[in-house]
């Protein structure tokens, strides 16, 4: 049987990290991956700056950077409450220096490259740092002995065996993960309210930078990507996705004008370049991200709705984390479940309180009145708008900031005065949802779809 240091399932955005990173600092690194790249995925791709920082510290932006629009500022608009700024860089490298001890490579732009693109991409570093890379192999068990993993059993496309051993096995395969079932990894933290998203490419749009609209219970996406087009997104909570999927493309437009009427004439006048991708949930969850020989970073150990647009860079914060922890275990410096349990503390702590304001988010519940005064007196204050884009962001903690500094008697517009958050859902204009249905916080605890 062949033998590595680390075995890792996936070769994603966290797998093919994890892997690169080990195999640099002189570690014998196996690779499975079940698909043959490059291969597109079901999800969206926009990567904040913190994402893209972790690229540039490996060394790895440049290509992707010079292939892909890449920004600075963005718009969050909310109910008609534009707040348009940027991630400063200071408080982005003071998040780096916290958490990995250094700002080396810490860059402030944020960009969408597309994902058969950006995961080749990732696999093709991974390789080119010595890992053993094998592509149509999938996981199938894991070799357990005296209650630790110590190894796979996995096939090519084929069907021949492959069965190899290591000091550790990574689960980097997905929110899906068959790894989890196998080791019997726990649920921490489950969270069933989420959001169905609807998604596609369009060319001859003439618009720079990302925009979200929100209004209501609904939110759009659009920035530009690869190749002169752009990602544009609709979304909302999954209780409606029984309702949409019945004229999906109409319903696409009709939330489109209804958030950004300005944007969907663009969209409207652009074209289509390839089919539609739907999600239509996306249960949040935390799980035990280790145990005797095993290890998981990515979706498979946490996985978040879409809503902040931030599992990429998650996946990017634990590859370089576990990679660190690991290589000074294998140098001897701890016991490998040592390493990993620091792994485990430091994940954690970056993490929690973020994973909760997605959870929020992605209620999509309508913003309350003091909510909106509150967007409305921040908006000429560059500062605030920036630091409110940090926190979604994931560079200042949300913990610090919006909510706790509602400015009660500034001035607001008119519109708000008559916003109630309980009806606003049903002023949604399509008659093809029943809206009323929704009434704010009716979604049922587990939505199948
Ligand atoms: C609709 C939607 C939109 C999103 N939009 C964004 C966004 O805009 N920005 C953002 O940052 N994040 C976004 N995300 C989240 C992002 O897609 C994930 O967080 C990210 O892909 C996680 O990467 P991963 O490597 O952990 O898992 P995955 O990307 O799921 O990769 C898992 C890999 O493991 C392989 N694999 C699975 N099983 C096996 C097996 N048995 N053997 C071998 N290989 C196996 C798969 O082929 C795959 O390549 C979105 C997610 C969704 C669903």
């Given amino acids: 049987m062949e033998t590595f240091d680390v075995i890792v399932i996936g070769g994603s955005v966290s797998g093919a990290p994890t892997a690169m990173l080990l195999a640099r600092q002189g570690h014998k690194v196996l690779l ?30 440049d290509h992707i950077l010079d292939s892909t629009p890449h920004y600075r500022n963005m718009e969050v608009n909310i109910e008609g409450i534009s707040l348009v700024g940027s991630i400063p860089l200071e408080d982005l490298k003071q998040r780096f220096r916290k958490l990995h001890g250094d700002d080396r490579g810490v860059i402030d732009y944020y960009c969408g490259p597309r994902r058969y693109f950006l995961d080749n991409h990732l696999l093709n570093c991974a390789k080119a740092a010595g890992v053993d890379v094998r592509e149509g192999v999938t996981y199938n068990n894991p070799v357990v002995e005296n209650g630790r993993v110590v190894g796979i059993n996995a096939s090519r496309q084929n069907g021949t065996a492959i069965s190899a051993r290591a000091k550790l096995v990574i689960g980097a395969d997905g929110r899906f993960s068959r790894f989890v079932k196998d080791v019997g990894s726990k649920d921490k933290d489950f969270r069933a309210l989420s959001t169905f998203a609807y998604f596609s490419y369009f060319s001859g749009i003439d618009k720079e930078e990302l925009s979200i609209h929100k209004k209501g219970r609904f939110g759009t996406a659009i920035f530009p990507t690869l190749d002169k087009t752009h990602m544009v997104l609709v979304y909302g909570p999954t209780a409606y996705w029984e309702d949409f999927r019945k004229n999906a493309e109409q319903n696409f437009f009709d939330i489109y004008r209804f958030c950004a009427p300005d944007v969907a004439k663009l969209i409207e006048n652009g074209t289509r370049t390839e089919a539609f991708k739907a999600a239509s949930r996306m249960e949040a969850f935390q799980r035990e991200p280790h145990g005797p020989g095993w290890a998981l970073v990515g979706d498979a150990g946490s996985f978040k709705d879409q809503v902040t647009a931030m599992g990429i860079s998650h996946s990017f914060r634990d590859a370089e984390l576990i990679s660190g922890y690991i290589h000074r275990a294998l140098a001897g410096e701890f016991e490998l479940d040592e390493a990993l349990e620091q792994y485990q503390k430091v ?24 909510d909106l005064k509150y967007f409305y007196s921040i908006k000429n204050d560059q500062a605030m708008v920036d630091q409110m884009l940090s926190q979604f962001g994931d560079t200042l903690p949300p913990t610090a900031g919006v909510a706790a500094t509602l400015l009660a008697d500034s001035e607001y517009p008119g519109f708000i005065t008559d916003f109630d958050p309980a009806r606003h859902p049903s002023s949604f204009p399509l008659s093809s949802f029943g809206a009323a249905d929704h009434a704010n916080n009716d979604l049922p605890e587990e939505v199948v779809v």
């Fill in 347 to 370: 994940r954690t702590a970056d993490y929690v309180d973020y994973f909760d304001l997605v959870c929020k988010t992605a209620e999509m519940n309508g913003y309350s009145k003091d």
């Fill in 32 to 61: 499975v991956e079940k698909s043959v790249f490059p291969r597109d995925t079901n999800s969206t791709h926009f990567i904040w700056p913190r994402g893209i920082s972790y690229l540039n510290r490996w060394g790895v932006a």
